[in-house]
């Protein structure tokens, strides 16, 4: 299984940057390998709410629909997505800081069947788009 986890600092309320990250349609502004983002459903952000995402992987545009699988408000937003080569898992969970909260961003890409054997040069590709969307989370909450 290919994993990336980062965990930074948002100086923004807990309440607005859980709403903020809890709308995948947000990726849009802060992951550079997303090229289109709509939500497939309206109302509140709740288990089995959808987002269709467009994003570059390996060199190749991956159509995803990512589905909340878990939501504790204030505290954890899990997305899947099953790709053709696995399965994608996005967690994050948020905590309350003095003057804004912690976000941990925990990212796993489950391979399986043959693609387990790509597992190392997949984990360095996931660990660099990774690192670009790190970058992108901290610049939108400046």
């Not at 060199?59 to 505290?75: D, F, M």
């Not at 997505?81 to 969970?93: E, H, K, L, Q, Y």
């Amino acid at each position: 299984m290919a994993r990336y986890t980062t965990t930074f600092r948002s100086n923004r309320s807990i309440e607005e940057t859980f709403a903020y990250f809890s709308d995948f349609v947000n990726a849009l502004e802060w992951d550079p390998s997303v090229r289109s983002a709509q939500r497939s459903d309206d109302g509140p952000i709740v288990v089995g709410s959808e987002f269709l995402l467009d994003a570059v992987f390996a060199g190749r545009v991956q159509h995803l629909t990512y589905s909340v699988t878990a939501i504790e408000l204030l505290h954890r937003v899990v997305f899947e997505a099953a790709i053709p080569f696995g399965r994608s898992v996005d967690t994050i969970t948020f905590a309350p800081v003095l003057g804004g909260c912690r976000v941990t961003y925990d990212a796993q890409l489950q391979l399986r069947g043959a693609f387990k054997l790509l597992e190392p040069v997949m984990a360095l590709l996931f660990r660099r788009t990774g690192n670009r969307a790190r970058v992108g989370m901290i610049e939108v909450l400046a």
